[in-house]
C-alpha cells in the first residue's frame, strides 16, 4: 500500500524538459479516469450503434410502412438536425464555463453534477422499443438526442477545458492526454465490445434491442462512479480575472486566434474520415456478410489507442525542445493517405468481386481487420497530439491579449467534433438510403450493388481524401514547438509582474 501511494504521489515527469511541470500520477490517473467515463458515453450514444440501433431497431417499422430507405431517411434527419443544435449548444456552454466563478472552480462543479443527467439520459434513451408505434419512436428519439446533447455538453465542455487549466506545460499536457486516451479507450470500448459480442450469446443473438439497454445500464454506472473521482483529486490551476468576460469579448477572440481557425478548417475536412465509423455495421453485415468481425473491428482499434497513447507522451518527451506538434500532425495524415491507398488496392476484389450476399473470404477478412487496426494508429497519432496544440491555441490568446479563455476555446473544438459526427454519420446515412439499402432487424440480408459500392467507397476511399484536405489548412498553422515555448515563459513573467504589482 505505501509503495501505491509513493506511486501516485509522484510525479509523472520526472526529468528536466525546460517547462515548468507540476502533476503527479494521482491527479493525472483521477483526471483520466474521467475522460473514461466519456468514453463510455460516446461509446454508446455517439458511434455507429447508435445508427443501427435507429435504422434496424426502433425505425425498421418504417420499411413496412413507406418502402426501402424510409429508416435511413428520419434517422438521417433526426441525426442532423439534433446534431447542429449539439454543436451550437458547445459554444454557449464555452461561454458559461469561462464566466463561472465559484470556490471550486470553473469546470469542476459542472463535472461533479452533470454525469447524473447524462447517466440518467443514456439509459432512457435506449429503453426505446420497435414495438411502439412509428410516430411515437421518433419523437422520443428526438426529445431523447436533444437532451443527450445538453447533458453531455455540460461535462464535456468543462471536462476539456480542464485538461488546459491543470497544467502550464505542454509536454506535460501532452502525457497527460496519452494516460487520459488510454482510459477513454477502454472505458468507450466496454459498451462497444459488449454489443459487438453479444451477438455470439444464446439470449441476445436473438434479443438485439435488449443488449444495446444492458450496455447503456454498465456504462451509466461507470460514468457517475469515476467522475466523483475526478472531481475530487482534479485542480485548476490556471489564473483568471475576476471580471468574466463577457459574451461579446468572448466570441471577438475568436477572430484573434489563427492556429485556432486552422484546427478548425482541418477538424471540418476530417468529417470524411469519421464516415466509415458511421457505417462500420453496416459494412461489415452486408457487405462482408458476416457478422462475426464486428467484434474483431472493434477490438483491433484499440492498439492503436494504446500505442497512440503510450509512443505519442515519450516521443514529445525524447525530443524536449525539439518537439513540434504542428509536424507530428502533418507525418500521421501522410501515413494515413499510404494505408488508405492499400487498404483498397488488397481488398477490392475481396468486397466487391464477389456473389452479393456471400460471406467475404478468411484472406480477405483478415486484411480488412488488419487494415482497420493499421489505419487507427496515424488517427490516434493525430487526435492525441491535436489535443495539445488546442491546448496550445488557449495560451495564444493569453500571450495576444492577456486574456484566458478556455471554455469558448475548448467548445469551437467540441463544436467541430459535434460537426464532424453529425455530417459523417448524416452523409453515410443519406448515402446509404439513396442507393437502396434494405433494413433488417436480425442477421444479414444481400444488399444491391451500388449500396455495396458506397460502404466500400465510404469505408476505404474517401478517408484518404479527408487526410489530403487536412494538410492544407495545417501548412499555415503558425505556432511551432520552440514559439510555443517563448510564449509560456513570456506569459509566466506577465502571470508574476501582476502578482507583484497586486502585492505592492
Excluded at 472493434?298 to 525542445?321: H, N, Q, T, W, Y
Amino acid at each position: 500500500m505505501g509503495k501505491l501511494k509513493t506511486f501516485l504521489n509522484s510525479p509523472i515527469i520526472k526529468k528536466d524538459v525546460g517547462e515548468e511541470t507540476v502533476l503527479s500520477w494521482k491527479e493525472t490517473l483521477s483526471y483520466a479516469l474521467g475522460r473514461g467515463a466519456q468514453g463510455m458515453n460516446t461509446g454508446m450514444t455517439s458511434s455507429k450503434y447508435v445508427n443501427y440501433f435507429l435504422t434496424n431497431v426502433l425505425f425498421s417499422r418504417l420499411e413496412r410502412e413507406r418502402g426501402a430507405g424510409s429508416a435511413m431517411k428520419v434517422a438521417g434527419r433526426i441525426r442532423f438536425y439534433c446534431g447542429i443544435f449539439d454543436a451550437i449548444n458547445d459554444p454557449v456552454m464555452g461561454v458559461i464555463v469561462d464566466r463561472t466563478r465559484t470556490k471550486n472552480g470553473q469546470m469542476r462543479p459542472y463535472i461533479k453534477w452533470a454525469p447524473l443527467l447524462v447517466a440518467l439520459v443514456m439509459v432512457l434513451f435506449f429503453l426505446g422499443s420497435s414495438s411502439m408505434p412509428t410516430w411515437f419512436n421518433i419523437a422520443y428519439t428526438t426529445i431523447l438526442f436533444v437532451l443527450l446533447d445538453v447533458t453531455y455538453t455540460a461535462f464535456d465542455i468543462p471536462m476539456g477545458a480542464l485538461a488546459f487549466s491543470i497544467t502550464p506545460s505542454g509536454i506535460e499536457r501532452t502525457k497527460l492526454f496519452g494516460v487520459s486516451s488510454i482510459v477513454r479507450s477502454v472505458g468507450g470500448a466496454i459498451p462497444m465490445v459488449f454489443v459487438a459480442g453479444a451477438g455470439l450469446l444464446p439470449y441476445f443473438k436473438d434479443h438485439r434491442p435488449q443488449s444495446y439497454l444492458t450496455s447503456a445500464i454498465i456504462a451509466a454506472a461507470g460514468i457517475v462512479i469515476l467522475t466523483r473521482l475526478t472531481y475530487a483529486n482534479t485542480h485548476e490551476r490556471a489564473e483568471h480575472k475576476e471580471d468574466a468576460p463577457s459574451v461579446k469579448e468572448c466570441f471577438r477572440l475568436l477572430f484573434k486566434n489563427r492556429p485556432l481557425l486552422m484546427l478548425f478548417l482541418g477538424n471540418i475536412f476530417f468529417v470524411l474520415c469519421k464516415i466509415p465509423e458511421q457505417v462500420s455495421t453496416y459494412f461489415v453485415y452486408d457487405l462482408m456478410s458476416n457478422d462475426k468481425y464486428n467484434l474483431f473491428i472493434d477490438v483491433i482499434k484499440f492498439p492503436g489507442s494504446l500505442i497512440a497513447a503510450v509512443a505519442v507522451p515519450l516521443i514529445m518527451e525524447k525530443l524536449g525542445r525539439r518537439a513540434d506538434p504542428k509536424k507530428f500532425y502533418q507525418v500521421c495524415c501522410v501515413l494515413a493517405i499510404v494505408l488508405s491507398a492499400l487498404f483498397a488496392l488488397t481488398t477490392y476484389k475481396g468486397l466487391l468481386g464477389k456473389e452479393t450476399g456471400a460471406s467475404v473470404s478468411l484472406f480477405t477478412g483478415v486484411l480488412v481487420v488488419l487494415f482497420t487496426g493499421l489505419l487507427a494508429i496515424p488517427m490516434e497519432f493525430k487526435n492525441l497530439i491535436q489535443k495539445e496544440m488546442e491546448a496550445e491555441t488557449v495560451d495564444y490568446i493569453e500571450y495576444k491579449t492577456g486574456t484566458r479563455v478556455e471554455g469558448v476555446m475548448l467548445s469551437i473544438m467540441s463544436f467541430t467534433g459535434k460537426i464532424e459526427n453529425t455530417f459523417s454519420s448524416t452523409i453515410g446515412l443519406r448515402v446509404l438510403g439513396l442507393t437502396g439499402y434494405i433494413s433488417h432487424e436480425e442477421g444479414s440480408i444481400a444488399q444491391n450493388a451500388a449500396t455495396n459500392k458506397a460502404l466500400f467507397l465510404m469505408t476505404v476511399l474517401v478517408p484518404a481524401l479527408g487526410y489530403l484536405l487536412m494538410l492544407l489548412p495545417m501548412h499555415f498553422y503558425n505556432i511551432t514547438g520552440e514559439s510555443h515555448r517563448k510564449m509560456m515563459e513570456e506569459i509566466k513573467e506577465r502571470r508574476a509582474a501582476l502578482a507583484a504589482e497586486q502585492e505592492a
